[in-house]
């Protein structure tokens, strides 16, 4: 922009190619004479984070032998989330249709959201507690698949090449969506457009077709 043209002392052209914003961020590197880059996203866990990490899962699940599933129901902004009642109905119907056992994900001021689920559904869900961000990333790594709105959680399985089924709102899915991991893409631009059946198919088509539940 022009108006911040004063903050930089070298200047890239413009590519209007619709690419994804973690290679958009590698470009500058590119440009200053790095020949080797890694494009992949990865995350790095200690065996003191992967033995805290396999302890809470232990005493949180309750049917291990089923594939995991991580919901996020929450968003930062509620109009880019999907209705809080789908995820509901989401959670419940992998839970009693015993496909997968899920847990949800709750994020730092969310407790009331997931309290509010669990109490108007007919299965209760377990929740991971508030973690630490190295925490959350190794959580998705054990999990068979991760559910989420357009946030961050989604680049934590890139990282981690967890399977996720994003439901994007708004935003260009090719430039903010997940990258080198399987995924399916959801648009719901219009309220109400996009039905659970729908999201618990491509639930069930990836656990189908993905790698065999991890083991702790």
């Known amino acids: 922009h022009d108006e911040t043209s004063w903050l930089y002392d070298i200047r890239l052209p413009i590519d209007k190619q619709p690419r994804h914003e973690s290679l958009n961020n590698l470009e500058l590197l590119t440009h200053s004479g790095l020949t080797k880059i890694s494009k992949l996203p990865r995350l790095y866990f200690t065996d003191d984070e992967d033995k805290k990490v396999n302890t809470r899962l ?12 991580l919901i996020k129901p929450g968003t930062r902004i509620k109009k880019w989330g999907w209705a809080t009642k789908n995820f509901q109905i989401v959670a ?12 949800f994900i709750c994020g ?18 377990n929740c991971l507690p508030v973690i630490s961000i190295k925490e959350l ?10 559910l989420c709105n357009h946030t961050g959680m989604m680049h934590f399985a890139s990282a981690v090449q967890t399977p996720v089924v994003v439901i994007f709102k708004h935003g260009e899915t090719a430039r903010w969506g997940p990258i080198n991991t399987p995924h399916v893409l959801l648009e719901e631009k219009k309220v109400g457009t996009l ?13 189908t077709n993905t790698t065999n539940h991890k083991t702790i």
């Open 58 to 69: 232990n005493a949180l699940r309750e049917y291990p032998e089923r594939p995991l599933v």
């Open 92 to 103: 419940e119907k992998l839970s009693s249709s015993k496909k997968a056992e899920v847990l």
């Open 108 to 125: 730092p001021g969310e407790e009331p959201l997931i309290n509010r689920i669990n109490k108007q559904a007919s299965v209760t869900v």
């Open 137 to 146: 990333g190794l959580t998705i790594k054990k999990s068979n698949l991760l």
């Open 195 to 207: 039905s659970t059946e729908v999201v618990l198919s491509k639930i069930n088509q990836l656990l």
